[in-house]
């Protein structure tokens, strides 16, 4: 039965995209979470928004631009958003909570606006909001393992920076560690790690994939390294399960990657209190 | 006092003895027209072991931030180790504790040995590793200060006194030749205050650490400390603990105000 799946192309597309998720977002997401950032990724997730938008309507009203694949906007807008809540956050210090709502509302406000320009309100855009396994082509996917490695290799090579920085700010400001420059890094970071996660989830859901498996892996596990690797297990699973569901149940696939890891962190909370 | 001369044996103005490992010149600092610090000539030499004490809102935890370079001063300067701060990079030379209460989440997915580690990454550098010798360098540091049966534990669990001990594990790790502890004993039970103290002595008299510690136990400290140095906006006394205790009386009425009474405790 499962032979099936491999058997079309858009579910070697979306499995392969997924699995590649499923390991940087709760990676990246382990690092906001433990640093009170969860939010984050909902804000520079509707910032992605507004760059597909436009996008989308530079791809209808520019021909030059016909062939641009508005992921790559999007991408661009998520890296902007993010530099913009590291200064927004700098402006309200007493606040710092307040950059997300405003970067979150600006970016849904200029995406609304920039669809309805464009005309947009079709499937396509559905695809963007919800995620669809079926909109992963192969220049996605390709993009995806581009953006994907370049993401896991730069969080492996900061891993003890973001650690330290994580754990305590001003310890790891003394002992030498380069603050501004990780935390700019890792921004960017979370930017791409948004843009390229919600062709599968989409941007409406990507935020529940960096944070609800590490929610999980954190009832369970004693170290930081722990919370990393049961955080991937969790995301891995859920976007497995919910992929191969969503497939023979003809369910939107990112709804039924969410549900899959609220179900998990759902079980888990149950067993840690029977424990 | 040694004097410090280049390989051309020409005097340097501008070098410092290098046995001060701390000193502040003519420090000025304020918050808006707040002004926090006057003119604070402060040094700390090798081998010192120096209790910093003060009031509330004396100035003591803004020196420190001063001395880490966290914050700059409005005025003055500073040199670590005979460099001014702001060419100084050896950072792994000075090992840090802070006020447990507010340095950590203890929620935080870590264990003592991940937590410990960290007082590495400072001497690693960029996109280094931990190797098989900075393990093992970790898990002496952790038996160093009796934690070896909690290695493993999430840090978040242990006891206030025993978080202490592991943050004391961090700082030492590196094996720095200077300590700073920012009020360390805040939140730990008397009993493990007691034990605190023994470790400090230990690092000091057989590891010839340098020690500058803030707090606010003025009895407890003078016991063990061989330099006490009274704060208030400026520096109202810096000398040994005798000196100190021959003059106590004068120093604590002008530093904290005449009502300032001493309680001497003996645990």
Redo the contacts between chains.
Sequence with gaps: MLELIFRYEFMQNALLAGIIIGVICPAIGVFLVVRRLSLMADALSHITLSGIAAGLLLQKNVPLLQGINPMYVGMIFSVAGSLLVEQLRKAYRFYQELAIPIILSAGIGLGVVLISIANGFNVDLFSYLFGSVIAVNRTDLWTIIVVGMIVLIATILLYKELFALSFDEEYARISGIKRKWVNFTFTILVALTIAISMRIVGILLVSALITLPVAAALQLSNSFKQTIWLSICFAELSVLGGLTLAFYLNWASGGTIVLFSVLLLVIVLIVKKRV | MIIFYDKGGNHQPGAKPMNSIIECKHINFGYGSNEVLKDIDFVVEQGDYVGLVGPNGSGKSTLLKII???AKPDQGEVFLFGKPISSF?D??K?G?V?QKAN???S?????V???V???L??K?G??S??SKSHKERVLQAIDQVGLSDFT???IGKLSGGQQQRAFIA?AIVAQPSLLILDEPTVGVDTESVERFYQLLATLHNKHQLTLLMVTHDIGMMTHHVTKIACLNKKIHFHGPPSEFQQKQSEILAEAYGSHMNLVEHHH
């Design positions: 880490l370079g966290l990079k950072w792994h000075i840090y802070s340095s950590f989440n929620g935080f997915p870590a264990t040995e991940e937590v580690s960290m007082g990454y400072g690693l960029l996109f590793r931990l493993y534990r999430n961090r």
